[in-house]
């Protein structure tokens, strides 16, 4: 696979490469794991419709937007109030 330049500030760049570092890895390696590893807001969309169908199938659970919507605000403001510790 050919190699591409990509032009990001100083600060960053000296940031990743010693995160890179840290775990034994060159900038190059560590740039391509990540982009290996992280997901695009499409394949997040479909992961999150494949588990609903999932949970649908299994439990017969089937929340309406409005109940999704209440859940994620409940999500959240759980993680806030354990993050603010």
């Given at each position: 696979?050919?190699?591409?330049?990509?032009?990001?500030?100083?600060?960053?760049?000296?940031?990743?490469?010693?995160?890179?570092?840290?775990?034994?890895?060159?900038?190059?390696?560590?740039?391509?794991?990540?982009?290996?590893?992280?997901?695009?807001?499409?394949?997040?969309?479909?992961?999150a419709?494949?588990?609903?169908?999932?949970?649908?199938?299994?439990?017969?659970?089937?929340?309406?937007?409005?109940?999704?919507?209440?859940?994620?605000?409940?999500?959240?403001?759980?993680?806030?109030r354990?993050?603010?510790?």
């Open positions: 696979m050919p190699d591409a330049n990509v032009r990001i500030p100083e600060e960053a760049k000296d940031r990743l490469a010693a995160i890179a570092a840290a775990e034994g890895l060159s900038l190059r390696a560590y740039l391509a794991r990540l982009a290996e590893t992280l997901l695009t807001p499409a394949e997040r969309a479909e992961r419709e494949t588990a609903k169908a999932t949970l649908r199938q299994w439990s017969g659970y089937a929340p309406t937007a409005a109940e999704e919507q209440d859940i994620d605000s409940e999500l959240d403001r759980r993680l806030a354990v993050t603010a510790r």
